[in-house]
């Protein structure tokens, strides 16, 4: 080969080995860079000037299969179910205004309980002045610690001369010096506030509270309460056969308590028919409507959390209570 040719020769390589170089050069730089195709991608779904938007794991079904189990129960709360003290006691405000107007329609022929804190006569029980909102007697020494009670906490008022007498004819039907003014005195007491507030806070100690209370401790509900607290207002507390201790004593030898593990309905019943018995030995007290007509009509309707409406009737008088 001559020395022209083999220039050109060795130039024409020279150029083609030049012009592959070039060639993979452009092929490399035209190859996609994975970090710039990735992002070219998520900028294809990202509006402009945003932030691409990744899904969280712990959000993302598919990244926590079991996302479903990791969602506390309380994110969706069981319905709440009424306490026992605002359905069933008698202690709640509506259940109690209820009994107040069950004593009320018993005792004064009224369900306006509250005009009767001036009420006041002998109705012949041997148990001399009956008066106020549940039927204080001056003979069986609720009257006297009620009064006492309102001279404590307003010392000179209308009704406190009498305070000696009280004490002297507790015990008995007597009207020893408390004739003629202790009625007209009486009236005129019921019509302070204190007064008023007396009676409430009396009822409550010695009769309303203790026989919710053991009404409670026995397993009853709202009915059995108040059928324990009109007791405790007519017979009183005590453990003789007459009183509300001797009574329930008595309905104890019949049926079991549902504290006991008996049944309300059954222990209900015998309580009724004891203090019935009970009510039979007094002359004054042979009309046993308050029993008959009122509480067991609630019993035999097994209303035992006294829901209203309720419809009774006493003495010959039907009531209601919406």
Request: glycine share 8%; proline share 6%; charged share 20%.
């Amino acid at each position: 080969m001559n020395r022209t040719v083999r220039r050109f020769w060795l130039a024409g390589a020279a150029g083609v080995a030049v012009l592959a170089l070039l060639v993979v050069v452009l092929v490399k730089l035209a190859a996609p860079t994975p970090g710039i195709a990735s992002a070219a991608v998520e900028g294809t779904s990202t509006p402009s000037g945003s932030e691409p938007v990744t899904a969280s794991p712990s959000t993302s079904p598919a990244a926590t299969p079991n996302a479903t189990s990791s969602v506390s129960p309380t994110a969706t709360p069981s319905p709440t179910k009424a306490t026992s003290s605002t359905v069933t006691n008698l202690d709640s405000p509506a259940k109690k205004e209820i009994a107040m107007k069950l004593v009320s329609s018993a005792e004064n022929s009224s369900l306006n309980w509250k005009a009767q804190y001036k009420y006041i006569e002998d109705i012949d029980d041997g148990r001399g002045y009956t008066g106020g909102i549940i039927g204080f007697c001056s003979g069986t020494h609720d009257m006297l610690e009620l009064v006492e009670l309102y001279t404590k906490r307003k010392p000179g008022n209308v009704l406190a001369k009498y305070l000696p007498a009280l004490r002297a004819v507790d015990g008995s039907d007597s009207h020893a010096g408390l004739d003629p003014g202790y009625p007209a005195d009486w009236a005129t007491a019921a019509k302070d506030s204190a007064f008023q507030q007396a009676q409430n806070d009396e009822r409550d100690r010695v009769y309303f509270t203790p026989a919710v209370r053991q009404g409670k401790a026995d397993g009853l509900r709202a009915l059995g309460q108040f059928i324990y607290y009109d007791a405790l207002v007519m017979h009183g507390p005590g453990s003789d056969p007459v009183s509300f201790g001797g009574i329930r004593a008595a309905a104890m030898r019949k049926a079991k308590t549902p504290a006991q593990g008996g049944d309300e309905y059954a222990y209900l019943t015998a309580f009724l028919d004891a203090r019935k018995a009970a009510m039979l030995t007094e002359a004054a007290h042979e009309n046993t409507d308050r029993v008959d007509t009122e509480q067991r009509v609630f019993l035999k309707a097994r209303n035992f959390t006294l829901a209203t409406p309720l419809r009774w009737s006493v003495y010959g008088d039907s009531y209601t209570i919406s």
